[in-house]
């Protein structure tokens, strides 16, 4: 039996009202994500000390192809789309949070025991000063399931967004509490800390994932919106204190991602525009059934991809620079090691894919099967949990797997156990094969997976 399904078996099990654009989104962004950490990451060892760089901070071609590449806004707003008509009002909040980290959390511990492994074993045979760049980047990607868990969280207030004036005064009241912490923190020197207040700007993605599920924004007004928001942040970028690179690099004075920016926020409305305005002609394309099968079966292993290739990048990079080929822009032949390093990650990360993402798709003895039945003290303490687990996982990323990273990963795992014990288990659930979950991840129509 191959491996994945034929373009014919997932076009037969897909639901005819599948909005598939937000399949092809979601997995599109992924793949950027990948290959921008592919190609951007530079890495060399000078006297003992792994230098991890990336070429943002010697091209500024690089940094202006962030407003492009930046596309982290998307996956909030596919994300979104897909999960609010599930949520029904005086259901258990806790019950609908925890079927969704039920899934994002399964590949998570796989990949954390991976982390703690490896660790045991390169912190004897590495220098302190390469081991901890390592272990400090190691869990710096789930960042962004931290802040996922809490837009998700967050849902039963999202789902209020039910016309356009609302989706005015919810992305408005957001974008101007973000414009007051940015003033704040750019006149008022020990203020930094405040910065990460605008955490609030993934909000914004998920209000348009709403909207756009409820049709409230035509693509007419979507390209309209994208079109002066994109002014409105050029704008910015002239006259106001803000860099240009939407991605963080060492060195900036008031960054754009790491905290969030008022210009990442605009950057968000405008990707999230943009979208909307190509949703039509993206459905259009995915009816191919090529794209529809790769759509499907790369959603079928999102987690899978975006985790495990940056295990792949550490120890590739780490492999070149001790044999002796560090890809940096300070060494020779940039380009050719370019090439060979990208080519080697891409087969790579694709073994992985297909080693892994079962792992991905079975459920996880011990971990899989709750349930919470109804609205009440039970549901509030499991989606609370699960929140707790969300913001441990979001904080743990300014350290990785070392120094007060510990305690917060520890944290993180406490708060799911505790949410895992309050829920009720369910009975026969049963593991699929990698081939039965593509064709399950497009059988049922969102809002009810």
């Not at 590949?107 to 390592?134: D, K, Q």
């Not at 609302?166 to 974008?175: D, E, I, N, S, T």
């Not at 106001?240 to 991605?247: D, F, R």
Request: charged share 15%; hydrophobic share 55%.
């Amino acid at each position: 039996m191959p491996i994945f399904p034929t373009p014919a078996d997932v076009e037969a099990q897909t639901p005819p009202g599948r909005d598939r654009a937000i399949d092809v989104i979601r997995i599109v962004s992924l793949v950027g994500v990948v290959l921008g950490h592919t190609i951007m990451a530079t890495s060399k060892i000078v006297d003992e000390v792994f230098v991890w760089d990336n070429l943002l901070t010697t091209s500024t071609v690089f940094q202006a192809l962030t407003w492009v590449l930046q596309i982290m806004p998307l996956f909030f707003f596919a994300g979104t789309a897909a999960s609010v008509s599930s949520w029904q009002p005086h259901h258990s909040w806790g019950g609908f949070l925890l079927k969704r980290c039920t899934r994002l959390f399964r590949p998570v511990f796989y990949y954390l025991a991976f982390w703690a492994v490896c660790l045991a074993v390169l912190y004897p045979l590495l220098p302190r000063r390469v081991y901890e760049p390592i272990a400090g980047v190691s869990t710096q990607l789930l960042w962004f399931l931290g802040a996922y868990v809490l837009v998700l969280a967050a849902t039963p207030v999202l789902a209020k967004v039910t016309t356009l004036p609302r989706l005015a005064v919810g992305v408005g009241a957001v974008y101007a509490g973000i414009a007051v912490v940015d003033a704040i923190r750019v006149h008022t020197p020990g203020m930094e800390l405040l910065g990460f207040l605008n955490l609030t700007v993934w909000l914004i993605p998920g209000m348009f994932g709403v909207a756009y599920r409820r049709g409230l924004l035509n693509p007419h007004e979507a390209l309209t919106l994208g079109i002066a928001m994109l002014t409105v942040d050029l704008a910015l970028l002239r006259f106001g204190p803000y860099e240009l690179s939407l991605v963080g690099i060492e060195g900036m004075r008031l960054p754009n991602m790491t905290p969030p920016s008022l210009l990442m926020a605009g950057h968000a409305i405008a990707m999230c525009a943009f979208a909307i305005a190509a949703a039509p002609a993206i459905n259009r394309w995915a009816r191919r059934p090529r794209v529809w099968q790769f759509a499907a079966i790369g959603n079928s292993g999102a987690m899978t991809l975006y985790l495990w290739h940056m295990p792949a990048l550490l120890l590739t990079h780490l492999a070149f620079d001790y044999a002796g080929f560090p890809r940096h822009p300070s060494e020779p032949n940039l380009l050719v090691l370019s090439i060979v390093q990208i080519s080697l990650m891409i087969a790579v990360v694709g073994a992985l894919f297909v080693v892994l993402r079962p792992l991905e798709n079975n459920p996880l003895p011990g971990w899989d099967g709750g349930v919470v039945d109804g609205p009440g003290p039970r549901s509030a303490a499991v989606g609370t949990l699960l929140c707790v687990a969300g913001a441990a996982t979001l904080l743990s990323v300014r350290w990785g797997l070392k120094d007060d990273g510990l305690y917060c990963v520890a944290v993180m795992l406490a708060a799911l156990i505790g949410a895992r014990l309050l829920a009720r288990p369910t009975r026969g659930a049963r593991g699929k094969t990698s081939r039965a979950a593509v064709v399950d991840r497009v059988k049922v129509p969102y809002g009810k997976a």
